[in-house]
């Protein structure tokens, strides 16, 4: 059977930014994050891979201190362990899907 699920149905990541969980599954996740202007995710890391690919606006993504801007229909993969952080610098806001691939 499928399952079908809506951004506005998709229930809300555990943080402060406005993030919707798509999918979840044991291997993979997929998050729907919109940041507003001059909202940003703080360095850090995590055991899983990452791949973003950007839907909207524009982004910049920090890994290991280097710095790499984002523009829509574009993806980057961070892979485990490697700290980053995510930024809207930009005066409109950004959507972005996060997959996480555990």
């Not at 809506?6 to 291997?27: E, H, W, Y």
């Not at 850090?44 to 891979?49: G, I, L, R, T, Y």
Request: charged share 25%.
């Amino acid at each position: 059977m499928l399952k079908l699920t809506n951004l506005s149905d998709a229930p809300r990541v555990p943080f402060d930014l406005d993030g919707r969980i798509m999918f979840s599954s044991q291997k993979v996740e997929m998050v729907h994050l919109t940041l507003k202007p001059g909202e940003k995710i703080p360095m850090h890391s995590n055991p899983f891979e990452v791949v973003f690919y950007l839907l909207e606006g524009e982004l910049e993504l920090t890994v290991n201190n280097d710095a790499v801007a984002l523009k829509p229909d574009s993806t980057v993969h961070v892979g485990i362990d490697e700290n980053r952080s995510l930024e809207n610098k930009a005066d409109k806001i950004a959507r972005v899907l996060v997959i996480k691939v555990f």
